[in-house]
């Protein structure tokens, strides 16, 4: 079955800097790509997404690329704010199941 | 709220007792999906339906755990002689199957069950 790995599981960044979170599937299948923000009792948001066909897409200050022959997606979100503080989880959708398999989440910090 | 919905969103249970959760998803959307999330982790997949039809289970998913989509709407997942280990989030999420394919999933707040 599918595999995600997510990077790193904590960032600390500066407010107003860039953050960028990485992962990698191992399902050469895989055809859609999500980012889901969690904060802290709260449910799973969709972010961003991206399907196997494109390999970037852009929202205001949120991107995410996909880079197929690497198998390898990654968000970034640019002038960061403190409503980013969250948990990000990556996650892909096999070829043959329509479930998506997660990474394990990255807690991102934004320092004041 | 036009969003997924859940409910009960806390169930604390003793060990060996069974329990029913339910999900009502985004009205329009054929496709409902239940997933578990244990603390520090990603949510896991557990089993999905397409209408009243559960098309995929995961390994996850023993025996003790049941589904159920009966009129394609609402859905409950049922779990008989509960475990610790099955304390968890447990999360619903619901899509739209079109002709392009089912993407994305909206997820509900959860139920957080505890087993003493």
């Known amino acids: 079955g599918e595999n995600v790995e997510q990077h790193p599981s904590t960032l600390s960044v500066q407010e107003g800097d860039s953050a960028v979170i990485k992962c990698t599937y191992s399902?050469?299948?895989?055809?859609?790509f999500p980012w889901y923000k969690q904060e802290l009792g709260k449910r799973p948001q969709l972010i961003i997404d991206?399907?196997?066909?494109?390999g970037e897409k852009k929202d205001q200050r949120i991107a995410v690329t996909l880079n197929k022959t690497a198998k390898h997606f990654s968000l970034h979100i640019t002038e960061t704010q403190p409503e980013d503080s969250a948990v990000y989880f990556c996650?892909?959708?096999?070829?043959?199941?329509?479930?998506?398999?997660f990474g394990k989440g990255t807690h991102l910090i934004i320092q004041p | 709220d036009t969003g997924v919905s859940q409910d009960p969103r806390h169930k604390i249970t003793k060990r060996g007792q069974n329990v029913t959760f339910r999900c009502d998803p985004i009205?329009?959307?054929?496709?409902l999906y239940w997933y578990r999330q244990t603390l520090g982790q990603g949510p896991e997949f557990l089993t999905y339906?397409?209408?009243?039809?559960?098309?995929?289970k995961s390994r996850l998913l023993s025996d003790r755990f049941s589904a159920e989509r009966p009129k394609g709407s609402f859905s409950t997942l049922e779990i008989q002689r509960t475990e610790q280990g099955d304390s968890a989030m447990y999360l619903c999420?619901?899509?739209?199957?079109?002709?392009?394919?089912?993407?994305?999933?909206?997820f509900g707040p959860g139920t957080r069950l505890t087993v003493t």
């Open positions: 999420a619901s899509s739209l199957l079109m002709a392009s394919g089912s993407y994305e999933q909206y």
């Open positions: 399902d050469s299948a895989s055809n859609y």
């Open positions: 991206i399907r196997s066909n494109v």
């Open positions: 996650a892909a959708k096999g070829g043959g199941a329509d479930g998506l398999t």
């Open positions: 009205s329009e959307h054929n496709r």
């Open positions: 339906f397409q209408n009243e039809a559960q098309l995929e």
